[in-house]
């Protein structure tokens, strides 16, 4: 079982309402959502920090950013995390 399977997760808390969140044109309420997902029991209040201080710094790139951000999160929770490549 991958933790994006695990009930309880953060990483499964965003990939059930993946497709929904995915949907949302906005940067503010895209970060508000899945703050207010992630937000809950699964994470340390350490991570926690983490996830919401690296959320709102890939929001100062937009909308494409935080959907990959997001993304990424739930691949790194399975093991399938995608490298950043320096441009």
């Known amino acids: ?4 399977e ?3 997760n953060p ?3 965003l ?3 993946y ?4 949907r949302i ?3 503010e309420t895209l970060v508000a959502e899945a703050t207010e997902v992630a937000d809950g029991p699964g994470f340390s209040p350490g991570n926690l920090a983490k996830f919401k201080h690296d959320l709102g710094r890939s929001a100062r790139g937009g909308l494409t950013h935080v959907q990959s951000f997001l ?3 739930m691949l790194a ?7 950043k490549l320096a441009s």
């Open 77 to 83: 929770a399975d093991g399938l995390r995608v490298l």
């Open 15 to 17: 990939r059930g309402r």
């Open 6 to 8: 695990k009930a309880g």
């Open 71 to 73: 993304t990424n999160f």
């Open 1 to 4: 079982m991958t933790l994006t």
């Open 25 to 27: 044109g906005s940067v």
């Open 19 to 22: 497709a929904e969140l995915m």
């Open 11 to 13: 990483a499964s808390r």
